[in-house]
């Protein structure tokens, strides 16, 4: 890790190691990316065979230990393991699906940004797409109540995101943040 800061590395990822998130060797590498000041994006599954990224079981069990054992790393969450916990009631076979329809009630990704604030989130891909389109008064509600810690990021080369975003009504001062100012604060220019 110190030869790539030393090569000006600010950040590893995106970890996608077919490993629960509170796997003693995935624990080692945050704590270890921490105290370097690495910040770490993730990819987030289910714990089903075939998948790709760290894996939890509904409810982000796992996740949260991590966030508890690396309270020094910062992580950017990603993937469909992560946002299929913007609802509750999570099946494990949501983990590696692109919910929809309404979301009922707020799910583990809420209570997680709220009582870690190691944990951010990128809106990138279908999974961060979905999680925010699926129901546009809780994407504007999230966002709003995320603004911090949340960063645009996309996986596709068209719009989509950049269009959902800028449906929502929300303030300039929060879409100046989710589009550069919580990634620029995150790694500042040098």
């Excluded at 946002?83 to 209570?111: F, H, L």
Aim: with cysteine.
């Amino acid at each position: 890790l110190d030869w790539f800061i030393d090569h000006g590395c600010r950040g590893i990822g995106e970890v996608t190691a077919r490993l629960p998130f509170d796997d003693p060797r995935v624990i080692n590498m945050f704590r270890q990316c921490g105290e370097r000041g690495l910040l770490v994006t993730i990819e987030s599954a289910g714990m089903q065979a075939g998948t790709y990224g760290l894996q939890d079981e509904p409810n982000m069990p796992r996740l949260e230990r991590l966030l508890q054992a690396a309270p020094q790393t910062l992580i950017i969450a990603h993937g469909p393991g992560f946002w299929a916990e913007m609802a509750a009631n999570v099946s494990p076979a949501d983990k590696w699906a692109y919910p929809d329809g309404p979301i009922e009630q707020e799910g583990a990704a809420w209570r997680l940004l709220r009582a870690y604030p190691n944990l951010y989130c990128d809106m990138s891909a279908g999974s961060g797409h979905g999680a925010l389109a699926r129901d546009l008064d809780h994407a504007r509600d999230f966002l709003t109540e995320f603004q911090d810690r949340v960063l645009y990021a996309r996986d596709y080369f068209d719009n989509r995101h950049q269009n959902l975003l800028n449906s929502l009504g929300l303030p300039q001062s929060i879409l100046d943040k989710i589009y550069a100012g919580n990634a620029l604060r995150l790694v500042p220019e040098k």
